[in-house]
Nanobody, 117 residues
């Protein structure tokens, strides 16, 4: 059974940074596409970033976060990291880790990110 556990959310001022972690169990991060979605209050869930399997390891970012967010994998910890810099109030929402394993999509429970002064 694949399980995803996010951490690292919190309250930060505009311009600040947060580092989200997604610990994966039941699957090896380098063998599956893993990414992040977010959902702001009153809005639909949207994709933020994803990293595909090795050796390609293609990375995709939503236009709204390009140049500010960086996704990476830690093979030793079997974790996917989302480094978020220059945060804006519109980045506020619940961030979910997602893994596509074979023909199923698995979701974490989400972590709250609030960007406010």
């Amino acid at each position: 059974q694949v399980q995803l556990v996010e951490s690292g959310g919190g309250l930060v001022q505009p311009g600040g940074s947060l580092r989200l972690s997604c610990v994966v169990s039941g699957a090896t991060v380098e063998y599956y596409t893993i990414g992040w979605f977010r959902q702001a209050p009153g809005k639909e869930r949207e994709g933020v970033s994803r990293i595909s399997t090795t050796p390609d390891s293609a990375i995709w970012y939503a236009d709204s976060v390009k140049g500010r967010f960086t996704i990476s994998r830690d093979h030793i910890e079997n974790t996917v990291i989302l480094q978020m810099n220059s945060l804006k109030p519109e980045d506020t929402g619940v961030y979910y880790c997602v893994a596509d394993v074979v023909d199923k999509r698995y979701w974490g429970q989400g972590t709250q990110v609030t960007v406010s002064s």
